[in-house]
C-alpha cells in the first residue's frame, strides 16, 4: 500500500474550460468564512489535532473557519453550506483507497477569473480521512512529538483543508516544508505555513 498518495485527485474529474491555467488552483469557495462540523465517527480524542489543522489557514486570508459542533456521521452532503470532515472506509474514497483522505468539491456555481486563470467556484467542499490507517495506528491524534511511522492528524487535516479552500499543490509543485507540499512526510509535526500557500490563499480570497 503507498500510504503516501495523499492528495485528492478528484478534482480532476470536471474539466476546466482552460486547462493549463485552472490547474494553479483547484477551485474557490463561494463564501469566506464557513462552520466546519465533525462527524460522530471521528474519534473524539482527534478533536485537537482536527481544530489546528482548520486553524492553520486562518489568518491566511480572508478565508476563515470555526467549529460548528458535530453532526451524524453518514455520507457527505455535498450541497451542504458547512465544511464537514468525517471517516469513511477506504472503499468510499473517490480518490482511491489508498489515500490518506481527500477533499471532494460540492455544488458548482459558476466560472470566474482567479490571478488569470478560470477556477470553479463551488458552495462547499469537504474532508473524508480513511478509516483504514485510523484502524491500523497511523493517524497520531496525541500530543507531540509524532511517533515513527505516523502521520500527524494535525498535518493530514490541514493538508486537506488547503485543498477545501482551493489552495491545492500548486504548479509546479509546492516544496515539501510546505503543508500543501507532497508526499506528506511522517513522523514530522505540522509545519508552519509557508509564503507560498499564503499568497496563494491571498489570490483566492483576499488579504486579511
Not at 493549463?20 to 483547484?26: L, W
Not at 486562518?58 to 465544511?83: E, K, M, V
Not at 459558476?110 to 469537504?126: M, Y
Request: charged share 10%; proline share 8%; hydrophobic share 40%.
Amino acid at each position: 500500500m503507498n500510504a503516501l498518495k495523499t492528495c485528492s485527485l478528484v478534482a480532476a474529474l470536471l474539466a476546466a474550460p482552460a486547462l493549463s491555467q485552472a490547474q494553479n488552483y483547484e477551485w474557490k469557495l463561494v463564501n469566506n468564512a464557513y462552520p466546519y462540523q465533525i462527524g460522530l465517527n471521528l474519534p473524539a480524542a482527534c478533536d485537537q489535532k482536527v481544530l489546528s489543522g482548520f486553524a492553520h489557514w486562518n489568518g491566511a486570508s480572508r478565508f476563515s473557519t470555526t467549529q460548528s459542533g458535530r453532526f451524524f456521521s453518514g455520507f457527505l452532503n455535498p450541497a451542504s453550506t458547512d465544511i464537514q470532515i468525517q471517516m469513511e472506509p477506504a472503499s468510499r474514497m473517490v480518490s482511491g483507497a489508498i489515500n490518506l483522505a481527500e477533499a471532494p468539491p460540492g455544488t458548482f456555481i459558476r466560472w470566474i477569473t482567479v490571478d488569470g486563470a478560470s477556477v470553479r467556484e463551488l458552495r462547499s467542499a469537504h474532508v473524508r480521512v480513511n478509516a483504514d490507517y485510523w484502524a491500523s495506528g497511523e493517524f497520531h491524534c496525541g500530543p507531540n512529538p509524532v511517533p515513527f511511522n505516523t502521520f500527524d492528524f494535525a498535518y493530514v487535516v490541514a493538508h486537506e483543508v488547503g485543498h477545501v479552500l482551493g489552495v491545492g499543490h500548486g504548479t509546479p509543485t509546492l516544496p515539501q516544508s510546505c503543508v500543501m507540499g507532497i508526499p506528506l512526510a511522517r513522523s514530522v509535526p505540522l509545519p508552519a505555513r509557508c509564503a507560498l500557500e499564503s499568497t496563494r490563499a491571498r489570490n483566492l480570497y483576499g488579504t486579511p
